[in-house]
């Protein structure tokens, strides 16, 4: 699925939540400068981290997610589309 006018090529789980539009109109709404750190909070594969990293070049970006799956999809993604982030995985322990 490509997302960001075509400029970003994402990798999905084929069932469960599902990027779309609302992650493009976030990555669109987000004022952001290059050289600022922008963390995007139960990011899921990166969609809008990712989306902003390619409006916006030059972002520090942290993509935060709890479900490790998930994150090593965001890990692939911003791999694949040449974006350097930080993937963090939040483990509460429970």
Do not use: W
Request: hydrophobic share 55%; glycine share 12%; proline share 1%.
């Amino acid at each position: 699925m490509r997302f960001s006018a075509g400029n970003c090529a994402l990798r999905q789980l084929k069932s469960g939540h599902r990027a779309g539009h609302d992650a493009m109109l976030l990555a669109a709404a987000t004022a952001a400068r290059p050289g600022d750190r922008v963390a995007d909070f139960g990011a899921g594969v990166g969609a809008a981290g990712l989306a902003l990293a390619k409006r916006v070049a030059g972002i520090d970006l942290v993509l935060v997610e709890i479900d490790a799956t998930l994150a090593a999809l965001a890990r692939q993604n911003a791999s694949a589309n040449a974006i350097a982030a930080d993937v963090v995985v939040l483990d509460f322990g429970g």
